[in-house]
Antibody
């Protein structure tokens, strides 16, 4: 069974960069698409974007140019960076496998933006 | 962006009774490759979302056969034949045809009456 585990700081200051990593087990990150999705407390799901190790990426236009996702085949993980965060970026962040139909998800990690 | 509209947003159901959730998209979800990328996810309290159904009607491994998906074009439905206590949670439809961005419905909260 594929396993994904998010990791990173649970608290980020406003205007700084949110950085998360998703460690993937039991499958190679090569040749697949890897996605980030977030969920503000008590709200619905928002797609952030995806990346593949061949350099393919796609991001939610609502996040403008603040977001980047990268895949590291040497560590079998992928990463999310979200720059210039505000309180509106406070959410549980999920990593997932797949593009149009993500099938395996991590347990999620809560990131709070606060000074 | 493709807008996904679910109804109802709250669904109280008696144990053992059927339940049905509707999901409508603001444009057809038929992709140029012929596939329709409409998925259903279940999020139990305190858990991450779990995919139940992909491409309209395909049940994921381990998903009970009381769950079924149907529909086409812009109109889709998730049905539960006989609701059990473990089905409590929020259900989301998600389209993966037109992106960016991929979009989700608002969620339907299923509770036991």
């Amino acid at each position: 069974q594929v396993r994904l585990q998010e990791s990173g700081p649970g608290l980020v200051k406003p205007s700084e960069t949110l950085s998360l990593t998703c460690t993937v087990s039991r499958v190679s990150v090569s040749g697949e698409y890897w996605t980030w999705i977030r969920q503000p407390p008590g709200k619905g799901l928002e797609w952030i974007g995806y990346a593949a190790n061949n350099g393919a990426t796609s991001y939610n236009p609502s996040l403008n140019s603040r977001v980047s996702i990268s895949v590291d085949t040497s560590k079998n993980e992928f990463a999310l960076k979200l720059r210039s965060v505000t309180a509106a970026d406070t959410a549980v962040y999920y990593c997932a496998k797949g593009r149009s139909t993500p099938n395996y998800w991590g347990q999620g990690t809560l990131v709070t933006v606060s000074s | 962006d493709v807008v996904m509209t679910q109804s109802p947003l709250s669904l109280p159901v008696t144990l053992g009774q059927p339940a049905s959730i509707s999901c409508r998209s603001s444009q057809s979800l038929v992709h140029s490759d012929g596939h329709t990328y409409l998925n259903w996810f279940q999020q139990r309290p305190g858990q991450s979302p779990r995919r139940l159904i992909y491409e309209v009607f395909n049940r994921d491994s381990g998903v009970p056969n009381r769950f079924s998906g149907s529909g086409s074009g812009t109109d889709f439905t998730l049905k539960i034949d006989r609701v059990e206590a473990e089905d409590v949670g929020v259900y989301y439809c998600m389209q993966g045809t037109h992106w960016p961005p991929l979009t989700f419905g608002q969620g339907t909260r299923l509770e036991i009456k």
